[in-house]
């Protein structure tokens, strides 16, 4: 079991940057592929951004390609997505997600936290 809590949300103007937390506990990160989530009112939740266990390889939505950055800090049991040049439609919950190994699914959620995007 590992509990996960996302920090780091808020109000942010268009071309704003934010930077989210996601804060591990009850077992190393280590062990997991991480990943930030994203849903929108009205719409199914997305995955943003994916990162291995070890932080070699990282996926990213084309949408948000090159604006955000998924990292890790595993000795810090903490995951972080660095969110540049933000717009309007990135405005969503943003949930972060652990994945064991060998499983297909993200088993592991955090409550989520709101970002909001004025235009």
């Known amino acids: 079991q590992v509990q996960l809590v996302e920090s780091g949300g808020g109000l942010v103007q268009a071309g704003g940057s934010l930077r989210l937390s996601c804060a591990a506990s009850?077992?190393?990160?280590?062990?997991?592929?991480m990943g930030w989530f994203r849903q929108a009112p009205g719409k199914e939740r997305e995955s943003v951004a994916t990162i291995s266990r070890y932080g070699s390889t990282s996926y990213y939505a084309d949408s948000v390609k090159g604006r955000f950055t998924i990292s890790r800090d595993n000795a810090r049991n903490t995951v972080y997505l660095q969110m540049n040049s933000l717009k309007p439609e990135d405005t969503a919950v943003y949930s972060c997600?652990?994945?064991?190994?060998?499983?297909?699914?993200?088993?592991?959620w955090g409550q989520g936290t709101q970002v909001t995007v004025s235009s």
């Open positions: 997600a652990a994945r064991g190994l060998g499983s297909n699914n993200y088993g592991f």
């Open positions: 009850g077992r190393s990160i280590g062990v997991f592929d």
